[in-house]
């Protein structure tokens, strides 16, 4: 990242910044729980380089452009720490069904018929669409064709941690989990000096690939130094399943295979004993917590509250769309902070303020990218969310930040910024076209269920 | 209610009604599951009294105003079956604490310096102006000084059914149990002839009434054959309670005291054992189903899907803005299904239909006006919801009901009917002054919590 241009030897000299953004409220998440009444915050080259009272900011910078949003609080652009970008498409095929059904009947036959990588651009373009218009800056993305979801996540300016999806079994995308892996650094290749994306080997799941595989992730993470993206005991039926075959539960033969550390992203991770809390948080895993998914496909409550206390670092994803079915981490954080209350039996669980952090610098940090996102900061890339709260539906407002979580909608996201482009204005996309978006998504709706 | 102009001798002649809405579908929620593709709905003198294919709409009636919704999905407007209207103006300003903590040294202490009958009348008025924009049409109230809430509801033309609250102790609305029937039959009286309104009698709970006020309703409930709306079974407390002082738990003393029946609307009903369950059902009691302030509060998880096995009427409610945030019928539609799934352990269990139907035709039914309203039917009153698909949010759309359920937000909602009125139109409301509604909930706002 540049340094914010030098003020000079002239006292008065106002510092050139590209935009300057005065808010009702600055939310920085770090300190938390600090709330910043009548700031602006100056962009310059894409990164934060000022944080100032609103009645000081005219005389400190002078900015190519200007944003006056006096009803707008500002929070760091949310962090989507799972999900299935690419699934959007398949939103609502198959709802209400039992997880197996769901699988077998449905989202599998649909996948082995259509996933491609014009299917996988498309529904990333879509889901990229609707995260952005929400608020959601950056996400930690795991499907088929890798390259494709990123040459999509690039075109709509998006910052993304794309997942080297590996599994044993043949697929429209690969024959067998080395052809994943090589498929995944080839993409991982052309794209590496891209500065919106960055990535994590993404094996499925402990029941969908084999020790042999693993032990080649590993080595590959240690000499990568990147994250491990994986599902891990999102259901009871999985670690059974474990015991059976390899006489020790999902989490216990990772640890074996070495796979827990600071790298590792255990996602849903809901069905946890003591001592495996007690070793997510001891090793430094992260958790992607998804509890609108978790409920939809009725996996169970994870221990969200626990893993808090034990120390584990915890960020929310919403999974793909086809189990949610949103990719509205606002809604999430929501969700996330009411659920965890509801497990824990006490009202004072998950507050607000770890909510959002939940959403933005917990997740930053398990993607490996808390120097550069999660926060508010100077010196880190203005990736912004800003959130109207003037409306009907948030008045009366005694804390901004609880009004944020618990009453505020993901519709009254006004702009969104990431690295200091302008995504979102108004509550509408600039870059995007809605209308052909919304063509192409037609065409895959009528040939996914042409009687429809 | 009138009957439709009767079309007259002449084959061709085109029957004159209010309004004519072409929609893209129409879900009428009775009979169960049915989609109606470009379908119109014709109103006359409030009154549904066509639902035709769109492409003969043209030729059966002629309307003084036509609205072409081509994109939007028909609902019956959503009923919300419990909520303490006027406490939208304590939204946000306690969150996040224990329950008791919450009560006694914030909520209680805020209600007894504060309420007043213009603090409800504001209050309501806050809390119609949020319901209507989000699809509500009609609400179950539970709140101090009922003749201010019927007013504030009745100058918005939202259906209300208004609580008789009573109590034993004494606050700034009544001194004693006999004071709150009183005044709450004194502003029956007052309100009788409105159409729009109706009213329950409304006991706070078990555990703030006693046997004798409850044998004192239970004969009113009977003499003017009207509603009786209580909470029940919120806490696990309350239980504890009541056995220490009764010996038995509530409902078994509600059930000794005569209160059991299909006059009964038990509010949260979180904590039953299966003879409770099974009592409820066969009782012909209604439940409100309250899933974000269970979860926001830490009651617990009550047993919807068992509830509905065992044949109980289900409804949903929001309750008041201080424990939940919001007044969104749409979004507790949307938790309660997924909760549910979890809670069941089955991702079967409340599916979208189900929910639709609980924020519907069950909630009129708990209502006893179910032949008025809860549906859409030729000869119900005209009380609409229409619902926006065209958003990237909602596509593609696999099926309407699911993705109203699962996808669609309330900011989608696009145009709102009561009783024939328009009352929303492209997400504006028509007769309510948004920015006096703000000043006057800024002016609560600095009474309630002058520092800030």
Redesign the interface.
Known sequence: MSAAPNPGKFLYMLEPVDSLIHAGWIIPVLPAGVVLPQHSLAIWQGEIVGIVPTSEAQTRFSARREFDLPHQALIPGLINLHTHAAMS?M???A?????MT?LNDHIWPAEGRHVSAEFVFDGTL?AC??ML??GVTCMNDMYFFPEAAARASLQTGMRTSFGIVVLEFPTAYAADADDYLHKGLKARDEFKDEPLLSFAIAPHAPYTVTDRTFAKIVTLSEQLDCGIHMHIHETEDEIQQSLKEYGVRPLARLKNLGLLGPNLIAVHAVHLNAVEIADLAHQGCHVAHCP?S????????APVDKLLQAGANVGIGTDG?AS???L?VMGEMR?AA??A??V??????V??QTALAMATINAARALGIDKKIGSLEIGKCADIATIDM?K????????VI??IV??A???QVSHVWVDGELKVENGSLIDID?QE??AK??Y??NK??PT?
Chains 1, 2 share one sequence.
Do not use: I, M
């Open positions: 498409l939103r609502g095929l709802d209400d069904l039992p997880l769901w879509l669409a609707e218009r929400g609108a978790n409920l939809k496909l009725a996996s169970g409550f769309a949610n079915n949103r509205d969700l009411l659920l209350k509801g824990a039996g006490r009202a004072d669980a507050p607000a003037s009907v539906e948030t008045s009366p407002c005694f804390d609880s009004q618990y009453a909608d993901r519709e809605t978006l919304l998504t037609a895959w709706q996914l269920h429809q």
